[in-house]
């Protein structure tokens, strides 16, 4: 739950994940239990094809890898800095079209994986990134479906996950102001061509990134 003072007034927003099911559900606020109503969505399904085999069935080798650079990132997901965040109206990372949207069901060369979690832009390799609003580097790596990655917090709970990238610019602990560079879009990991992958997540729910910049379409 992220709270932010937005003028006057305060907001309060809840991350829901994909896996939460249709119904009420409960949040406390302030030691107060306050309801809320889940409802059903349906997302279309994308089918991608991979020469690279090992990135849809990965041998034991590979699983050992991902097992640590899960373990790593899910820590960056589960963060937690008690400053409010700069801005909850995001600045569009790259400028490019959106691509793939959240929560498509995604099929790798016929086989159902996990779906998508995050947002995608449609932009050419080497296209600068840019932070959409100020925050702390956690983690950066170069990983098996990531490719080269950086976790930003943006406080309260808000991390953003950019993935994919050619190059990273920025370390961990560098603190970034909103709009400023910390790497450029690629094609590494699990990836058909150049496009950043952009995820946001309210303690450690993935949610939907075009909320944030006001490209959300119910």
């Known amino acids: 739950l992220v709270i932010h003072e937005d003028g006057q007034r305060w907001i309060a927003i809840l991350g829901v994940p994909l896996t939460a099911k249709p119904g009420v559900q409960q949040v406390e606020v302030d030691g107060r239990?306050?309801?809320f109503q889940v409802e059903s969505r349906e997302y279309r399904a994308q089918h991608i094809t991979l020469k690279n085999k090992r990135q849809v069935n990965p041998n034991p080798d590979d699983l050992k890898r991902i097992e640590r650079e899960?373990?790593?990132q899910t820590e960056a997901y589960r963060r937690f800095s008690p400053n409010?965040?700069?801005n909850l109206l995001f600045d569009k990372p790259?400028?490019?079209p959106l691509s793939s949207p959240f929560g498509l069901r995604r099929f790798f060369n016929g086989e159902e994986r996990n779906p998508h979690s995050g947002l995608d832009f449609a932009a050419k390799a080497g296209t600068p990134i840019k932070a959409p609003a100020a925050g702390q580097v956690i983690l950066t790596g170069?990983?098996?479906f990531n490719g080269k990655t950086v976790f930003i917090d943006h406080g309260q709970g808000l991390i953003s996950m950019f993935c994919h990238l050619s190059q990273i610019d920025v370390k961990v602990g560098e603190q970034l102001g909103r709009g400023e560079t910390l790497g450029k879009v690629g094609a590494t990991g699990r990836a058909t061509g150049p496009h950043l992958h952009w995820n946001v997540s309210l303690n450690d729910a993935r949610v939907d990134p075009a909320i944030f910049i006001g490209a959300f379409k119910p």
Request: aromatic share 14%; proline share 7%.
């Open 94 to 96: 790259v400028d490019g």
């Open 142 to 144: 170069d990983y098996f």
């Open 70 to 72: 899960l373990a790593e």
């Open 84 to 86: 409010q965040p700069s």
């Open 33 to 35: 239990q306050r309801s």
